[in-house]
């Protein structure tokens, strides 16, 4: 199975706390626990050209991983068109924390995807509500973060095919934080957690969510649908009675 983990790689470029958390990125914490649990791991960042996101490494990726945040607006939308025709083929998609704004998963979602949020380094509990769902595999009932930043509903996302973590943070309020999706041929994951001034990435039970839902995501080989004028697979027409006469 192939992974491609795709950040932006701004705050790690201007934020000295961001570089003492992950002094290889976001991207290469992440690719670290996934190679450590045996995926072929490539990374992307927005400085690339193409974003590291050209049609060849997006044919050969099963399942694309997105953290992105100052530079939503940065992403060219043919390199969006791209990923999006991915996913619809089979590609597996797994939105992490703020690329809820990206292009690519409002896209999908076809909705605002806006919600409340606060920095206040307040605790979060995120409370498993499907243990019987793949992704949930290995954890408890709950997972805690003592650091986190605050996202509140409303969430504005159709509502999700299956629902698999609810938030609930020191100040009140709750928030639907693991949502799964099928869009075409493609499995949609949005986890909420990662902000990028707090640890969340080297959390245990965090690594084991994504690496879970890496494998959740990827893929079925199953042929793709055809669209389109279709010849009929059987003569139209003939009827046959009860002697085998044709009649018409």
Partial sequence: MKVTIWNE??????????????????????????????????????????????????????????????????VRDEVVQRVYERVLEGMGLIV??????????????????????????????LWVVDPAHPITKGLGSYITLEQEEMYGEHFDIPAPDELIFVS???????????????????????FRPGHETYPTYHHPDIQRTISNSVKWAAGLGSAMPTYGHAEPL???????????????
């Fill in 234 to 248: 059987e003569p139209i027409g003939a009827k046959t009675n009860s002697k085998g006469d044709n009649k018409r």
């Fill in 96 to 125: 992490l924390h703020s690329g809820h704004f990206s292009k690519i998963f409002k896209k999908l979602m076809g909705t605002s995807c806006d919600l409340k949020w606060r920095e206040a380094n307040e605790k979060e509990r």
């Fill in 9 to 74: 790689n701004r705050h790690e470029q201007r934020n000295e706390n961001v570089r003492k958390i992950y002094p290889e990125g976001l991207h290469g914490t992440i690719q670290y626990f996934l190679q450590r649990d045996g995926f072929t791991v490539n990374t992307a960042t927005l400085d690339e050209e193409e974003h590291g996101l050209s049609e060849a490494v997006l044919n050969e990726t099963d399942v694309l991983i997105w953290w992105g945040h100052l530079a939503h607006d940065e």
């Fill in 168 to 190: 609930w943070f020191e100040g009140g309020e709750v928030f639907r934080s693991g949502c799964t999706y099928k869009r075409g041929k493609g499995k949609i994951f949005y």
